[in-house]
């Protein structure tokens, strides 16, 4: 099926087998590879992007579902010119990674928390990524970072 | 993993969704929210050879109060549940359960009436559905048709919608000022329920105790001849049949029910 969908901003048109899923739309049709395939069952988060606007797993959405929609990826957060996001910026300088892989997600899943709710408590958080995993077990940083995101001081 | 081939069709109407079923018959799966279907395809326990993905019709997409009731279209996403006043302040355990299910992802895309079709013994909303006393309106062929909850959930996995029938619209009682409660064990965050127990007033329903879920009618009879919550709790187990998996054996899943029963009468009496 013919699929047109807009990601990071850019239309584009492709022809997909109607299985196809998302993720790797985005990875194999798009060449966006930053986004990962993880558990590959719904569970680990590592594949989450937006679609318009919202938080999903890419794993288990069809590219075809994506047809007339607008998906975001990290790798169109940052500013034209470089400047990270809020987000990135706040990974970064509360050190919010270790090895890296849930990363992409993790920081998409953030972006769409901050969107709902832009002052989260740290338990609003917390509760608010239970569909990410960081095998790492490198949470806490990766909590500190959305509430500077927020503008919060982490303590 | 990816699915087995299969052709794509996105419905445009009701009507659409019903001649596609009629002419594929089991060959055919619904497609609303995918997050259980998707799976299953990647996992190809199921090979259909068409999918119809209802999930752009918004006619299935809503939550209306009408009189006694609240109406829910069967393709109205977990998240518009969550985020629904109408429900917030009529049915609030529809809300908190709704809340509880996948996590925000799968909420995202996921649908009411697709988790409740899907069956599964373990999902939180077939539960808090039973003990609200839903009913089903189902389409088919041959027209229209209301299933009350009780009925609707017939096996593990299998419910009262037919291969050639769609779901519609959920409804529920009005109940404002009624006490609620809805208590789920998992050992993990974003985990099925090992055991959970929704409680609306003196109506009991356990989730993952049996190939369905079912109300806990002895501690319902216990209630009604002046029993406390502590001593009805004490037969929650009782006419279950409950799995023993990796999760947890029949004898544990019996006191989690125990356990949760009194916790959800309490939180409820106190609501």
């Given at each position: 099926?013919?699929?047109t969908?807009?990601v990071?901003?850019?239309?584009?048109?492709?022809?997909?087998?109607?299985?196809?899923?998302?993720?790797?739309y985005?990875?194999?049709?798009?060449?966006?590879?930053a986004t990962?395939?993880?558990?590959?069952?719904t569970?680990?988060?590592?594949c989450?992007?937006?679609l318009?606007?919202?938080?999903?797993?890419?794993?288990?959405?069809?590219?075809?579902?994506?047809?007339g929609?607008e998906?975001s990826?990290?790798?169109?957060?940052?500013?034209?010119?470089?400047?990270?996001?809020?987000?990135?910026?706040?990974?970064?300088?509360?050190?919010?990674?270790q090895c890296?892989?849930?990363?992409?997600g993790?920081?998409m899943?953030?972006?769409?928390?901050?969107?709902d709710?832009?002052r989260?408590?740290?338990?609003?958080?917390?509760d608010?990524?239970?569909?990410?995993?960081?095998?790492?077990?490198?949470?806490h940083?990766?909590?500190?970072?959305?509430?500077?995101?927020?503008?919060?001081?982490?303590? | 993993?990816?699915?087995?081939?299969?052709?794509?069709v996105?419905?445009d109407?009701?009507?659409?969704?019903l001649?596609?079923?009629?002419e594929?018959?089991?060959?055919?799966k619904?497609?609303a929210?995918?997050?259980?279907?998707?799976?299953?395809?990647?996992?190809r326990?199921?090979?259909?050879e068409v999918?119809?993905?209802?999930?752009?019709?918004?006619?299935?997409?809503?939550?209306?109060?009408?009189?006694?009731e609240?109406?829910?279209?069967?393709a109205t996403?977990?998240?518009?549940v969550?985020?629904?006043?109408?429900l917030?302040?009529?049915v609030?355990?529809?809300?908190?359960?709704?809340?509880?299910?996948?996590?925000?992802?799968?909420?995202?895309?996921?649908?009411?009436?697709?988790?409740?079709?899907?069956?599964?013994?373990a999902?939180d909303?077939?539960?808090?559905?039973?003990?609200l006393?839903?009913?089903f309106?189902?389409?088919?062929?041959?027209?229209?048709?209301?299933?009350?909850?009780?009925?609707?959930?017939?096996?593990?996995?299998?419910?009262?919608?037919?291969?050639d029938e769609l779901?519609?619209?959920?409804r529920?009682?009005r109940?404002p000022?009624?006490?609620?409660?809805?208590?789920?064990?998992?050992?993990?965050?974003n985990d099925w329920?090992?055991v959970?127990?929704?409680a609306v007033d003196?109506?009991?329903?356990?989730?993952?105790?049996s190939?369905t879920?079912?109300?806990?009618?002895?501690?319902?009879?216990?209630?009604a001849?002046?029993?406390?919550?502590?001593?009805?709790?004490?037969?929650?187990a009782?006419?279950?049949?409950?799995?023993t998996?990796?999760?947890?054996?029949?004898?544990?899943?019996g006191?989690l029910?125990r356990?949760?029963?009194e916790?959800?009468?309490?939180?409820?009496?106190?609501?």
């Amino acid at each position: 099926m013919q699929v047109t969908t807009t990601v990071n901003g850019e239309a584009r048109t492709d022809e997909v087998e109607d299985r196809l899923l998302l993720v790797h739309y985005l990875r194999d049709v798009r060449g966006l590879r930053a986004t990962n395939v993880g558990c590959d069952t719904t569970s680990c988060g590592a594949c989450t992007v937006l679609l318009d606007g919202e938080s999903v797993k890419s794993c288990t959405v069809l590219a075809v579902q994506a047809d007339g929609r607008e998906v975001s990826t990290v790798e169109g957060l940052a500013a034209a010119d470089g400047t990270l996001h809020p987000v990135q910026a706040a990974f970064r300088q509360e050190h919010g990674l270790q090895c890296g892989f849930c990363t992409p997600g993790m920081v998409m899943a953030c972006v769409s928390l901050l969107k709902d709710n832009p002052r989260p408590t740290e338990h609003e958080v917390r509760d608010g990524l239970e569909g990410n995993f960081c095998r790492c077990t490198g949470y806490h940083n990766i909590v500190r970072a959305v509430l500077v995101a927020s503008g919060q001081d982490p303590k | 993993m990816i699915p087995a081939p299969f052709s794509y069709v996105r419905a445009d109407s009701v009507d659409h969704v019903l001649s596609l079923l009629v002419e594929h018959g089991d060959e055919a799966k619904v497609l609303a929210g995918g997050q259980s279907l998707l799976p299953i395809l990647k996992m190809r326990l199921a090979r259909p050879e068409v999918v119809v993905d209802i999930s752009r019709l918004s006619e299935l997409a809503y939550v209306r109060v009408e009189g006694d009731e609240v109406a829910i279209g069967a393709a109205t996403r977990h998240r518009e549940v969550v985020d629904s006043a109408d429900l917030q302040r009529d049915v609030p355990l529809l809300p908190y359960v709704a809340s509880l299910v996948g996590d925000r992802q799968v909420r995202h895309r996921g649908t009411f009436g697709g988790s409740l079709v899907h069956g599964d013994p373990a999902a939180d909303l077939p539960a808090a559905v039973l003990a609200l006393g839903a009913t089903f309106v189902i389409q088919g062929p041959a027209g229209r048709r209301e299933v009350p909850a009780p009925e609707f959930f017939q096996d593990y996995f299998q419910t009262a919608v037919g291969e050639d029938e769609l779901l519609l619209e959920i409804r529920v009682p009005r109940v404002p000022g009624v006490g609620w409660a809805y208590e789920k064990f998992t050992r993990r965050a974003n985990d099925w329920a090992i055991v959970a127990v929704a409680a609306v007033d003196n109506r009991v329903a356990l989730a993952n105790m049996s190939m369905t879920p079912m109300r806990a009618v002895a501690v319902e009879a216990a209630l009604a001849g002046g029993a406390s919550a502590a001593q009805a709790a004490q037969a929650a187990a009782e006419g279950t049949s409950p799995v023993t998996d990796m999760h947890a054996d029949e004898e544990y899943r019996g006191h989690l029910a125990r356990v949760l029963t009194e916790r959800a009468l309490v939180t409820a009496a106190g609501r």
